[in-house]
């Protein structure tokens, strides 16, 4: 187990998300069903950086620069 | 289709102040749901009028306003919740403020994210009825909803629909006529009557309660703050996810399948070929 952030973490990974960005985005994330504490798959690492994370059916894509504000510990 | 349910404004008797009294009394019923769960569809049925349905997110990005028996119908773009977040929410806020009745339309498939809104809508203290679609799409993943126990939990009615295969509409009726006030949250009741006591609606205290600059401004009172917003949201997602394991269970080796099937949808290796055979077989199709 180490910490990392998102953009580090390689396709097919397990992460417990530590850290969401303050203010809307984390609320944003909260509505959708992500929360510091929630388990998520890296499902795929789109060319640019983007990476699709999954959380049980539903496939969230997060932008490369706000990935690199969001920390995981590696599972 | 149903056109007989559209006041026919041209043959009405009513001069224009009147017709403008009549429009002005009748009860408003809002079409709320996340981006893409099929809203515009139901819209379309109880109108008996045609707007822009397609299979992506953002479709519909004004207000649809249709007359439907004695209600007025609105149809509002996709949101993940209520707030003045963006352009969309801002929009469909003040409709779903001013509304009597809501029709909330949730994905089967994707119950953990939309129900966060649905929860949000019963805590306004809005009467809501729950129209649970795509549950073809759960049937062919072997994923099984208990929609009465989903009731039960919501204190809300809910039903089995299938927008597309055009299930479910018969019972629309019943869903607007017995649209009622949820269970809410019981920690919210005090912080709620603070604000509703300076004479502002259950809905719009709610909002401002999670930090809606923009509605407290209206209302002349102090917005929550962002810490209140993260507490009653972190709340409202426990409920949330309390509730789906509560009422979803899942045969995950179908639920795989169809994971496996995106995820090549979205690989440039695999996603394209997947994507030219779609475009060869829609084309061959419509031969």
Request: aromatic share 6%; charged share 25%; proline share 2%.
């Amino acid at each position: 187990m180490a910490n990392s952030t998102l953009d580090r973490s390689v396709k097919g990974a397990s992460v417990v998300v530590l850290t969401l960005p303050e203010g809307d985005l984390k609320s944003q994330f909260i509505r959708i069903g992500i929360t510091e504490g929630s388990h998520v798959k890296i499902s795929q690492r789109l060319p640019g950086g983007t990476i699709i994370l999954q959380k049980n059916r539903q496939e969230i894509a997060v932008g490369s620069d706000l990935a690199r504000k969001i920390k995981v510990i590696l599972q | 289709m149903k056109s007989d349910n559209i006041l026919n404004i041209n043959n009405s008797k009513l001069n224009e102040q009147e017709l403008q009294q009549a429009v002005e009394t009748k009860e408003k019923i809002v079409l709320v749901g996340n981006p893409n769960v099929g809203k515009s569809l139901f819209f379309n049925y109880l109108s008996g009028m045609y707007v822009d349905v397609s299979n992506f997110p953002g479709t519909t990005v004004s207000l649809s306003k249709c007359t439907y028996k004695n209600f007025e119908v609105y149809d509002t773009p996709g949101i993940y919740g209520v707030s003045s977040f963006n352009e969309e929410e801002q929009v469909a806020r003040d409709m779903i403020i001013e509304s009597d009745r809501i029709l909330n339309v949730v994905n089967s498939l994707h119950l953990e994210r939309d129900l966060f809104l649905t929860l949000q809508l019963i805590d306004m203290g809005k009467k809501v009825s729950v129209l649970l679609n795509f549950t073809d799409q759960v049937e062919k993943q072997n994923i099984k909803i208990d929609s009465g126990k989903l009731s039960e939990i919501l204190g809300v009615n809910v039903y089995e629909t299938s927008a597309v295969k055009e299930t479910g509409f018969e019972k629309l009726d019943e869903a607007i006529n017995e649209a009622q006030v949820g269970k809410q949250a019981l920690d919210l009741h005090f912080m709620l009557q603070q604000v509703m006591d300076k004479n502002v609606s259950q809905a719009e205290a709610m909002l401002i309660l999670e930090g809606d600059d923009f509605v407290a401004k209206r209302n002349e009172v102090e917005t929550g703050t962002p810490e209140h917003r993260e507490n009653i949201y972190i709340g409202r997602r426990n409920r949330v996810n309390e509730a789906v394991d509560t009422v979803e269970h899942e045969d995950t080796k179908k639920g795989e399948v169809f994971n496996l099937i995106g995820r090549l949808a979205l690989n440039p290796l695999s996603g394209i070929p997947i994507s030219g055979s779609n475009t060869c077989s829609t084309l061959l199709f419509h031969r």
